[in-house]
């Protein structure tokens, strides 16, 4: 079956692909195993010279990049032009600084001669092929934050992107390419969601990454897990916002919109519970609420235009259902709950507010991936907390308070990979990015990324 580019603001289907066959994915697998042999011998030097070449190609071919971003899976224009940028900022970012990162590191004198040796160092070797198995809503960025570090430790990569953005799967790898990577460094492999177990178990492939759905992370562990390989994955989110009586409440309620609206509602870091002390409840989830409720929608090329459409019927569907499941349990529709009137031929959804939300409603334990908010009242501090945890989910957190002690609480207490005070959730490429709980393990980015798919060698000398 073709793999189909359709645009979601207007069902249009853009381009179809023809999957790889077996021989083709054989040849992709072989030219893979070739490149890593001599790849793996390049210098720092080198390696950064070429990723920086393809920062400045991403620089320069940034509105076409975007506008490919926008027509396959719907993002503003705007945000589209902001993630490339992105990645051509980690790229230069891991060109100057994977050479420190993956220094040998030499123990204490004394611990050496304890071992029994005249020397002893740890150096960080790549292990071979990575296969990267990313999702449609980051499509550049998701790439680039495990390319960058994969091939800047000498690693190749192999990536099996979402089906529903082939032209930027193309268009990544035609990247990599005119950068000058050598043959077989970085390829995409066009093939569907079936053919992805048989590419983990190929002895040729050393290690996977994948960041998605729970489901296609389970099923991708488990098997990396029969075949004894290193796995990182990043999973799904419902991230708490909390709000403390000490927050500036008006910066907090302006941030939260960003921070749930971001990529169309789409993003695993996305706060998605608003979880507010009882104090400062009614001042916030009016301004919140109002502030929703302008968003502009519409067609995402449209450089107005705040929200665009959901990245596929299906995802637009289920969102639909959460919140009719949980208006039938009493939830409050505070705005939105419904398709926009004039937007039929895309898949479109109001950014929506809901109040009264109880564990009855599937919408309390779910993760909500488009622009749907859930608002909670907390009577105090231990309130908040219990409710922040109270998910599958440990991606990251956001908590607005100004009061020292109550911060120490938080990152003593909440279940997550992060927890950023009077702000959003945000990568850098110096920061540690990664979960816990259903939101996988391993880290991305920062030095723990790239050192997620090396060889951590003892070196001994008598």
């Given at each position: ?8 603001a207007?069902g249009?289907t853009?381009?179809?692909?023809e999957?790889?066959?077996a ?6 697998l ?7 042999r ?14 920086r070449?393809?920062?400045e ?11 490919t971003?926008?027509e ?39 611990d ?6 005249a ?12 296969l990267?198995?990313m ?7 998701q ?12 690693n ?10 082939p032209?930027t799967?193309?268009?990544?790898e ?8 050598p043959e077989?460094?970085f ?23 994948l960041t ?7 099923a ?12 990182v994955?990043?999973l799904g ?8 009586p000490?927050?500036?409440?008006d910066?907090?309620?302006?941030t939260?919109?960003?921070?749930r609206?971001q ?11 608003f ?5 400062v409840?009614d001042?916030?989830?009016a ?17 107005a ?17 959460l919140v009719?499941?949980a ?13 926009p ?12 507010v809901?109040t ?10 779910e ?12 009577a ?9 945890n109270?998910?599958?989910f ?6 607005w308070?100004?009061?020292?002690a109550?911060q ?5 207490d ?5 927890v950023f ?5 945000a ?5 540690p ?23 951590v ?6």
């Amino acid at each position: 079956m073709p793999i189909a580019s359709v645009n979601p603001a207007t069902g249009e289907t853009l381009e179809t692909f023809e999957p790889l066959d077996a021989a083709g994915l054989e040849q992709r697998l072989a030219r893979a195993e070739e490149a890593f042999r001599t790849y793996r011998t390049t210098s720092f030097a080198q390696r950064a010279g070429l990723l920086r070449r393809a920062a400045e190609l991403l620089d320069e071919d940034l509105e076409s990049i975007a506008r490919t971003m926008t027509e396959e899976m719907g993002k503003p224009i705007a945000a589209a032009r902001a993630e490339a940028a992105k990645c051509a900022k980690a790229m230069r970012w891991y060109a100057e600084n994977a050479e420190a990162l993956l220094a040998d590191e030499h123990p204490e004198p004394a611990d050496v001669a304890d071992a029994g040796a005249a020397r002893a160092y740890v150096r960080y070797r790549p292990l071979g092929a990575v296969l990267a198995v990313m999702p449609w809503n980051f499509p550049f960025w998701q790439v680039v934050r495990f390319a960058a570090p994969a091939l800047m430790a000498g690693n190749v990569g192999l990536l099996k992107h979402a089906s529903n953005v082939p032209r930027t799967a193309v268009a990544l790898e035609e990247l990599f390419r005119r950068a000058g990577f050598p043959e077989g460094c970085f390829q995409t492999l066009l093939i569907g969601s079936g053919a992805v177990e048989a590419v983990v178990r190929d002895p040729r492939v050393a290690a996977v990454t994948l960041t998605g759905s729970e489901p296609a992370g389970r099923a991708v562990a488990a098997a990396a897990a029969d075949e004894v390989k290193k796995a990182v994955l990043e999973l799904g989110g419902s991230d708490p916002f909390v709000v403390m009586p000490s927050a500036d409440v008006d910066a907090a309620a302006a941030t939260a919109v960003t921070a749930r609206a971001q990529n169309n509602g789409q993003s695993c870091i996305a706060a998605k519970r608003f979880i507010v002390h009882t104090e400062v409840y009614d001042r916030f989830t009016a301004a919140f609420t109002a502030a929703m409720g302008a968003l502009r929608v519409g067609d995402p090329m449209d450089e107005a235009v705040q929200v665009g459409p959901l990245a596929s019927r299906q995802g637009r569907d289920e969102i639909a259902e959460l919140v009719e499941d949980a208006r039938a349990h009493g939830a409050r529709v505070e705005c939105g709950g419904r398709r926009p009137e004039g937007l039929d031929a895309g898949w479109f959804y109001e950014p929506t507010v809901l109040t009264g939300i109880t564990p009855r409603m599937r919408i309390h334990q779910e993760e909500t991936f488009g622009p749907v908010a859930t608002v909670y009242r907390a009577a105090d501090l231990d309130e908040a907390v219990a409710l922040a945890n109270d998910t599958p989910f440990g991606l990251s957190s956001n908590v607005w308070t100004e009061d020292p002690a109550e911060q120490e609480r938080f990152v003593r207490d909440i279940q997550a990979g992060g927890v950023f005070f009077n702000g959003m959730t945000a990568s850098h490429p110096a920061l540690p990015f990664g979960g816990v709980k259903r939101s996988g393990f391993g880290r991305e980015l920062s030095g723990h990324g790239i050192k997620e798919f090396c060889n951590v060698t003892t070196v001994w000398i008598a």
